[in-house]
């Protein structure tokens, strides 16, 4: 569970959901860059329920991907990890990740929601996104593949900001597994074991 807020001045708080299906290097690089570049006091990862986007395909259970992200953000004293999606009934939807974050740390906080250049296109077709740039501040990240360019948000509540290039994705973990592939140094070393251990992606 995350720590609340210790009070004095606002509390800079990343927030980097994901399906997480495995987490890898490439979110971690990119939340870890975020941190740094708007001096964050924290980033919350928050692993999806049941993602709308990727209804139709099969996705891991939710608390093998919780504890997953659990595993690969120990090692970080300011990163957490947040069960908010995992624990709602339904389909994940960010408005309600950033709601239940926003309740759990109060007015003390300004938070930040990190996307990958790719979801960050999609953000226009979110729910009530109005709400969402009241909620928090947006960060769009490089991600090898997708052009990041300003899809015509709102002026001040997006900021586009290049990441090292990863060209990692969680798909490209899954199948790699499927296909007795490695996946050491793509992912973090307990992941692999995690991932050995539970036997996830054996198709
Ligand atoms: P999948 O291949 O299953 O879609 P994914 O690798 O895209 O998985 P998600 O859990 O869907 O991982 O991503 C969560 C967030 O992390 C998204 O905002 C995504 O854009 C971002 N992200 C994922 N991989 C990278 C990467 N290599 N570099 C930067 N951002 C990334
Ligand atoms: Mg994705």
């Known amino acids: 569970m995350m720590n609340a807020p210790s009070g004095e001045g606002k509390r800079r708080v990343g927030v980097m959901g994901g399906t997480f299906d495995p987490i890898h290097h490439g979110h971690l690089v990119a939340a870890s860059e975020v941190a740094h570049h708007f001096d964050l006091d924290e980033v919350v990862f928050v692993p999806t329920g049941r993602p709308y986007q990727k209804d139709d395909k099969q996705v891991s259970a939710a608390e093998d991907r919780y504890l997953m992200t659990v595993i690969a953000t120990a090692s970080n004293p300011r990163f957490s ?72 948000l709102p002026h001040g509540k997006v900021s586009l900001i290049e990441v090292p290039a990863l060209a990692i994705s969680s798909s490209q973990c899954r199948e790699r597994v499927e296909n007795g592939e490695p996946i050491w140094y793509l992912v973090p070393d307990g992941i692999v074991q995690y991932i050995g251990k539970r036997g996830l992606y054996q198709g």
């Open 81 to 152: 990890v947040s069960r908010v999606d995992v624990d709602r009934p339904g389909p994940t939807f960010t408005i309600d990740t950033l709601r239940d974050v926003a309740d759990i740390y109060g007015s003390q906080a300004e938070l930040y929601f990190i996307t990958g250049a790719d979801a960050l296109a999609a953000i226009l077709s979110w729910r009530d996104v109005d709400e969402l740039f009241e909620l928090a501040h947006f960060v769009g990240c490089t991600r090898p593949g997708h052009t990041l360019r300003d899809p015509g």
